[in-house]
Structures are given as structure tokens and as C-alpha cells.
């Protein structure tokens, strides 16, 4: 039966985040950044200027005192309009990360089972198991040509104890996305099993077509736990804006309670400004797939024209791909060498655990054409 009854406290236990380490050594020394999982950034004068009358007189008459803790009420408004079934009492505006904590350590004690899409977001896995849970990883596996998933594995994983299963959909870092069929099996599965579900979906809208995008697990299914924010497909990073949405009251106050002891509340400038992102959303979102179609372009040419060095394998969704490296040289070296005599940051599959030699591309900066080419000049180089 589904647990929504309180956990025992449990100490920290959490290695270091080898992405985020990573990304501290060289995101602001590095020329090009070519393994960027967020879309190309707004600047706050441009975002600024996509005010309403509503929104622009929130921004000039902003007062920076404490805010509402679970998040300012019309962005909650604006949140919940992002989904069919969800309203703003069913929304808690923290930052992304913070979501992804606060859930975990609500969700999962000492003993607690739980599986995991993989390759993952490093803190997805690891958050959990620094609350004493066992933790599974359900792995993505690739013929070359596409991402494929086993839904075999996960009715075989399944124990007494499992509590909770986590997906990423459309998925980092492989860029795999799956058909409703398959998705509406999981969460068919789960509700037979009465197994709570955490969905990261911070690249939900940036689906290459709209009819592939689909439903919020928290609109779907009573004990689905959905993660969003406005980092990845919006592309405003800087304003640390994300959410979880879940129609389980219970939970939700669970939430709210734990974020007391974290953030307590968010930043007032943050909460206007993602409230005139959400209003101007397709204009934003427009903008989005604008650059990731041109990019998909230009890698497919890119990886067509290298297929001897590079192995592409197509995403189905997301401004991120997981192309694999096919020189006998490991791609960690690979990627410190392109560091070095390029200034292109790649990011290397070791850093999501995954073995073969695999490497993360993002395909949602401006210039990213101008990236390839720097790779494109390396890989001569090497030949």
C-alpha cells in the first residue's frame, strides 16, 4: 500500500556531484560550452520587456522583503496553468535541486527501495540513497541507432520494499523520449503496485513536436510527484525557479514543512520575473525550438560527415544528445585534450556512470555551430 506516513529522521551521506564539480572546473573558463544542458539564455532586459500591464507593475513596484513560502500566489497560478488537472494549492515553488531534495528525504527512509531511470542526474540517485534507501538503476540501452528501455526490468526489480520509482522524461542525458504507450504503462504499473512516482520533467515543452509531449505524471496519477522549472526549456537558469506539483495533499504539506528547514521562501525578483516568463511563454518556447531544429541540423550533418569517429544516435526530445566516441582513447581524455587545444567543454558519459565511451551535447545554444566546428578542427587534427 501507497506510504504517505512520516519518515524517521536519517543522517547525510552524499558523495561529491561529480557533474556539478565538473562544471565548476570549466563552464566559466571554457570558450564554447558543447555539453550545456539548458537552452540559450534570456537577458533580463529582454525578458523584462515581454511584461504584461500586470507583470511590468509587479516588476517597478517589487518590494524585496520575504515572499510567500510555498511561492507567490499568481505564480502558482500561472504553474498550475501548465497542467490539466493541477491547481495552484497543488504547486510549491523552490529551486530545482531543492525540489529534488525536499521530495526525496519526504518520500524515503532507511530500507526504502527504489529504482531509477539511468543513466540520471546525479542527485536524483543520490539523494536517495543518502536516506538509507536501496536504489536500482532501470538502464537505457542504445543498438547504435536509438535509446531503447526494458519494461521487463522494472516488473522484475520490484520488491516488498520499493517506494518509489524515478523517471526523467524527455531524458538527460540521452535526448530518450517514449511513446505514450509505454509511458502509460509505467504509471499503470506503478498504481497496480500502489509505488509513488518522482517525474523530472525540467525539459518537459521542449519536445520536437508538440503531439509527442506527454502528460505531467502528477495530472495522471494520484501518488505522482512531478519536478518542472523554468531552467532547461525556458532557458533562465540564473533565476533558480522550478516546482513540484502533486494532487497528494499529504505530501504537499510534507513539502512545504521540509522547505522550512532549506530556503524558506524564494527570491521576490525571481518569483515577477518567472511570472512574466510563464505569461510569455510561447514566445519564449518559440524561440526554443527555433534554435534546437537548426542545431539537430547541424549535428546530423556533423555526425554524418565523422560517422567513422563518432557514433550519433538521435534524440528523440531534448536539447541533449549522448553520442558516442569511437576511438580506442577514453573520452575522459578525449575531453580534456579538446579543453585544452580548443576551449570546448565537453562532458564526458563517466560523470552519469555510464560506461562505452559516451559524451553529452547540448543542442540548445546559439553557438553551437560555431562549437562543432572547433570539435570538427580537433578531430582532424587527430587523424
Not at 562505452?356 to 587527430?382: C, D, M, Q, S
Request: hydrophobic share 40%; charged share 25%.
Amino acid at each position: 500500500m501507497f506510504n504517505s506516513q512520516p519518515q524517521e529522521s536519517n543522517s547525510m551521506n552524499l558523495h561529491p556531484f561529480s557533474l556539478e564539480r565538473y562544471f565548476a572546473k570549466h563552464e566559466f573558463s571554457a570558450k564554447y560550452l558543447l555539453s550545456s544542458s539548458d537552452c540559450e539564455t534570456l537577458g533580463q532586459q529582454e525578458l523584462v520587456a515581454m511584461a504584461d500591464s500586470t507583470t511590468g507593475a509587479l516588476w517597478n513596484n517589487l518590494r524585496l522583503g520575504y515572499t510567500e513560502s510555498p511561492g507567490h500566489p499568481l505564480l502558482r497560478r500561472e504553474i498550475a496553468n501548465l497542467y490539466k488537472t493541477i491547481w495552484p494549492d497543488d504547486v510549491l515553488v523552490l529551486t530545482p535541486e531543492e525540489g529534488i531534495f525536499v521530495a526525496m528525504n519526504v518520500l524515503l527512509k532507511q530500507g526504502d527501495h527504489v529504482i531509477i531511470l539511468s543513466p540520471a542526474y546525479q542527485s536524483l540517485y543520490e539523494v536517495a540513497a543518502s536516506t538509507g534507501a536501496d536504489v536500482t538503476r532501470w538502464t537505457l540501452e542504445t543498438d547504435g541507432v536509438k535509446w531503447k528501455l526494458d519494461l521487463s526490468f522494472l516488473q522484475r526489480s520490484i520488491r516488498n520494499s520499493t517506494r518509489l520509482i524515478i523517471m526523467n522524461f524527455p531524458h538527460n542525458p540521452t535526448g530518450f523520449h517514449p511513446d505514450q504507450k509505454i509511458f502509460s504503462s509505467i504509471l499503470d504499473f506503478a498504481r497496480e503496485k500502489r509505488i509513488a512516482v518522482f517525474s523530472d520533467e525540467m525539459y518537459r515543452f521542449a519536445e520536437y513536436r508538440p503531439e509527442d509531449r506527454l502528460f505531467s505524471v502528477a495530472d495522471v496519477y494520484e501518488h505522482g510527484i512531478t519536478l518542472g522549472g523554468l531552467s532547461k526549456s525556458f532557458g533562465l537558469p540564473g533565476l533558480r525557479i522550478g516546482w513540484l506539483t502533486t494532487k497528494d495533499k499529504d505530501l504537499m504539506k510534507r513539502f512545504v514543512q521540509l522547505k522550512d528547514y532549506t530556503t524558506i521562501c524564494n527570491s521576490a525578483p525571481s518569483e515577477i520575473l518567472a511570472i512574466i516568463a510563464l505569461r510569455a511563454r510561447d514566445r519564449i518556447l518559440d524561440r526554443t525550438h527555433q534554435i534546437i531544429h537548426q542545431n539537430l541540423d547541424h549535428a546530423d550533418r556533423f555526425f554524418s560527415e565523422n560517422y567513422s569517429t563518432f557514433e550519433w544516435i538521435r534524440p528523440m526530445a531534448s536539447p541533449v544528445a549522448f553520442p558516442r566516441l569511437k576511438f580506442p582513447e577514453a573520452v575522459e581524455r578525449f575531453c580534456d585534450k579538446l579543453m585544452e587545444s580548443k576551449g570546448v567543454m565537453l562532458v564526458p558519459g563517466s560523470l552519469f556512470d555510464y560506461p562505452g565511451n559516451h559524451f553529452r551535447i547540448g543542442l540548445g545554444k546559439k553557438n553551437f555551430p560555431e562549437a562543432l566546428t572547433k570539435l570538427e578542427e580537433y578531430v582532424r587534427e587527430l587523424r
